[in-house]
């Protein structure tokens, strides 16, 4: 009698905790906050956001080294405003993270989310003419993973529900359309961005070409080491 036994494949799928990560750092900053009295939530992000100013001459940029606001491009990253605020970039994260971080697995997950809102609430700070504007939140990281999610998946489809009259369809659109008019949107406002609220548009401009530069060059270098792996 013969018997079939599986082999283990030497290619293991590592375990993807990033974004399960993220969701529950970001929750119990929001919450942590909240609990704050109004005039501590003040004190708090004026300490930890980011703050905007001109960033021209080199003496610009050793101020910001040495009062620290380097640190603030990252721990702005987990202040948000209101529940809306919150709830809005954790749905994206879960959307477009999730996917992404299959692709590229969890530390490059991580380390997208972070640079990329790094370089987000720069470009914010520095395209902001006001100085001393505060930057809070996590638009421009989950703007990054919007970009590498099209960089991943360029033919991808995401679902999306349309209203027809009385009744919902549900209907599934090429991501390069939805994610492309959402990028052109981004660039509208970020001219005509003060008409439609406090956003930092620029932010998720900069995160959205990061993410994509970012998620080309993490691609080509797993497509490398599966190749060497498979001696070709």
Not at 11 to 26: N, Y
């Amino acid at each position: 009698m013969s018997v079939f036994v599986s082999l283990p494949s030497r290619d293991r799928t590592p375990r993807r905790w990033a974004v399960a990560l993220l969701f529950v750092l970001l929750w119990a900053c929001f919450l942590a906050f909240a609990t704050l009295p109004n005039p501590q939530q003040q004190r708090l992000m004026l300490d930890w956001g980011t703050l905007s100013g001109a960033l021209a001459a080199p003496s610009d940029w050793m101020a910001w080294l040495r009062d620290g606001r380097v640190l603030r491009l990252f721990t702005a990253l987990f202040l948000h405003a209101d529940w809306a605020h919150l709830l809005g970039n954790l749905v994206f994260l879960l959307i477009f993270g999730l996917s992404a971080e299959r692709a590229m697995g969890p530390w490059r997950l991580l380390a997208l989310f972070l640079l990329g809102g790094a370089v987000a609430n720069l470009a914010a700070a520095i395209a902001i003419g006001t100085p001393d504007r505060l930057i809070i939140g996590a638009s421009g990281a989950v703007s990054a993973l919007i970009g590498a999610y099209l960089a991943l998946f360029p033919g991808a489809k995401l679902g999306v529900v349309v209203p027809l009259g009385l009744f919902l369809q549900f209907v599934k659109v090429p991501a390069a359309l939805l994610i492309g008019v959402w990028a052109l949107l981004q660039l509208v406002f970020t001219f005509i961005g003060p008409a439609f609220g406090a956003v930092a548009w620029s932010a998720h401009l900069a995160g959205f070409a990061f993410g994509g530069v970012f998620a080309l060059i993490a691609k080509a270098g797993i497509a490398r080491r599966m190749r060497r792996r498979r001696g070709y």
